[in-house]
C-alpha cells in the first residue's frame, strides 16, 4: 500500500511516497497522481479558523507542548489555499487526505525536534534519525524533501494503527502515537 506526504510551497511542492518501510522523494507532487497512493498527507492547512489565529486543532497541539505558528496568521493564507487546491486534486481521484504537520511527528517520535533543519548539521540529525523509520536515499538535500517524508510517515503510522487525529470544529490534524 502505497502512501504520500507532500510538503506545500508556494514555488514547488516537494512529494515522497512509502511502500513498507522504503520511501522516495519527488520533487514535484503531481508524480503522485500517476501512483496509486491510498492516502496522502499534507504539510498545510487544510482549513482555516473561524476566528481568531489558531484552530481549535492547533490549540491542542499547543497544550500538548508542541510550537507551531497559527493557521491564521497571513503568511500562512497562502500556502494554505495552496494545499487546499492540492487536497482536492486527491480527493477527486478517492484518496484519503490528511492534513500533517512534521513538527508534530519529529516531537513525538524524538526525530531531533530540537534540530534546526535549515541548517545542514541539523538536517542531518534529523535524516539520521529519520533512517530508524523509513529507508530512503542519503542524497536528501533540504528540508522540504524531509518534510515530505515524514508527512507521509505520519500518514502510514495512522494506517497502521499508530496515529490519531487531533480535531476541532475547525480542523484536524493527524499525528503518530507512542504505544507504551
Not at 22 to 35: C, E, H, Q, S, T
Not at 40 to 50: N, Q, R, T, W, Y
Not at 69 to 92: C, D, N, Q, T
Request: charged share 30%; hydrophobic share 45%.
Amino acid at each position: 500500500m502505497w502512501v504520500a506526504g507532500i510538503d506545500v510551497g508556494l514555488r514547488k511542492s516537494v512529494s515522497a511516497v512509502i511502500d513498507g518501510r522504503k520511501a522516495v522523494v519527488f520533487d514535484d507532487y503531481r508524480k503522485l497522481l500517476d501512483i496509486d497512493v491510498s492516502a496522502v498527507g499534507i504539510d498545510a492547512p487544510l482549513s482555516f479558523p473561524e476566528k481568531g489565529g489558531f484552530r481549535e486543532c492547533e490549540r491542542k497541539l499547543l497544550k500538548m507542548g508542541i510550537r507551531l505558528f497559527p493557521s491564521g496568521a497571513g503568511f500562512l493564507r497562502r500556502v494554505g489555499e495552496k494545499g487546499m487546491e492540492i487536497a482536492e486534486e486527491f480527493r477527486r481521484k478517492g484518496v484519503e487526505v490528511y492534513e500533517v504537520y512534521p513538527y508534530a511527528t519529529r516531537t513525538i517520535l524524538d526525530i531531533a525536534p530540537e534540530a534546526n533543519k535549515r541548517s545542514k548539521d541539523g538536517l542531518d540529525v534529523i535524516k539520521k534519525r529519520l533512517h530508524n523509520f523509513l529507508i530512503f536515499d542519503t542524497e536528501i538535500a533540504d528540508h522540504n524533501q524531509v518534510d515530505a517524508l515524514i508527512s507521509a510517515l505520519a500518514v502510514k503510522l495512522y494506517l497502521d494503527g499508530r496515529g490519531r487525529i487531533v480535531d476541532g470544529i475547525d480542523g484536524a490534524i493527524l499525528i503518530p502515537e507512542v504505544k507504551k
